[in-house]
């Protein structure tokens, strides 16, 4: 049994879309963030940077795993099931599907966080930083579209890179191509994408996990 300690945000998404995925057992134990549980003095026992998502994994055959920070804990069940990254054996595949898992962790989320809480969240709106993290974000996000444009996925096959990245794209997606004209359309390929892993059950039953239920 694994303990996902997750809420309805983009980087919880990720766990439960691999989760679902996966077919592992789990349990849901929902944060709320709005009223500030992740910075219990439960959840920092588990996740000491006050973040979701954070899991605890049971079935280590020894001493119970607790693990934050989602692209570790993609990797770590991802080599626990062996399934959506290839394995040592294939290491330019397996490589691959890193980089794109990177570029998602140290990219996507960040910029299109930062550009989300500067437009949305922030009392101040700043030109600068919107300008600079909206700008930033739709760079990015043009360098998946060009990735995709001649592949069905990020990495080759189906894998951890696409699950990390789809609930970032997901959520800017309404934003981003309502703020200029022809965005859509320039950024087909990643529509198309989208498209593709929206029509994965498990990604569906992923994408609704965390809501307080
Ligand atoms: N790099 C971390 C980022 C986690 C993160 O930023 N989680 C957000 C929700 S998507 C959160 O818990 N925010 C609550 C807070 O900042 O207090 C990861 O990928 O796991």
Request: proline share 6%.
């Given at each position: 049994?694994?303990?996902?300690?997750?809420?309805?945000t983009p980087?919880g998404?990720?766990?439960s879309?691999?989760?679902?995925?996966t077919?592992?057992?789990?349990?849901?134990?929902?944060?709320?963030?709005?009223?500030?549980?992740?910075?219990?003095?439960?959840?920092?026992?588990?996740?000491?940077?006050?973040?979701?998502?954070?899991?605890?994994?049971?079935?280590?055959?020894?001493?119970?795993?607790?693990?934050?920070e989602?692209?570790a804990i993609?990797?770590h069940?991802?080599?626990?099931?062996?399934?959506?990254?290839?394995?040592?054996?294939?290491?330019?595949e397996?490589?691959?599907?890193?980089?794109?898992?990177?570029?998602?962790?140290?990219?996507v989320?960040?910029?299109?966080g930062?550009?989300?809480?500067?437009?949305?969240?922030?009392?101040?709106?700043?030109?600068?930083?919107?300008?600079?993290?909206?700008?930033?974000?739709?760079?990015?996000?043009?360098?998946?579209?060009?990735?995709?444009?001649?592949?069905d996925?990020?990495?080759?096959?189906?894998?951890i890179a696409?699950?990390?990245?789809?609930?970032?794209?997901?959520?800017?997606?309404e934003?981003?191509?309502?703020?200029?004209?022809?965005?859509?359309?320039?950024l087909?390929?990643?529509?198309?994408?989208m498209?593709?892993?929206?029509?994965?059950?498990?990604?569906?039953?992923?994408?609704?996990?965390?809501?307080?239920?």
């Amino acid at each position: 049994m694994i303990d996902l300690y997750t809420w309805t945000t983009p980087n919880g998404r990720k766990v439960s879309i691999m989760l679902e995925e996966t077919g592992l057992d789990y349990h849901v134990l929902p944060v709320d963030l709005e009223a500030n549980e992740q910075a219990g003095a439960e959840f920092l026992a588990v996740c000491p940077n006050g973040k979701i998502p954070a899991i605890v994994d049971h079935d280590t055959g020894g001493t119970p795993l607790p693990l934050f920070e989602s692209g570790a804990i993609l990797l770590h069940l991802a080599e626990k099931t062996g399934r959506f990254l290839p394995g040592l054996e294939r290491p330019s595949e397996r490589a691959r599907v890193v980089q794109w898992l990177m570029y998602q962790m140290s990219h996507v989320g960040p910029m299109i966080g930062q550009a989300g809480h500067f437009v949305n969240t922030a009392e101040d709106k700043i030109p600068y930083a919107i300008e600079r993290f909206v700008g930033e974000s739709m760079r990015i996000v043009g360098v998946l579209n060009n990735a995709l444009a001649d592949s069905d996925y990020l990495a080759g096959d189906y894998s951890i890179a696409d699950m990390a990245t789809y609930p970032w794209i997901e959520a800017a997606w309404e934003p981003f191509t309502s703020m200029s004209e022809g965005k859509a359309e320039e950024l087909a390929a990643l529509r198309a994408w989208m498209d593709r892993l929206a029509a994965r059950p498990a990604v569906a039953r992923g994408m609704a996990v965390g809501s307080g239920n």
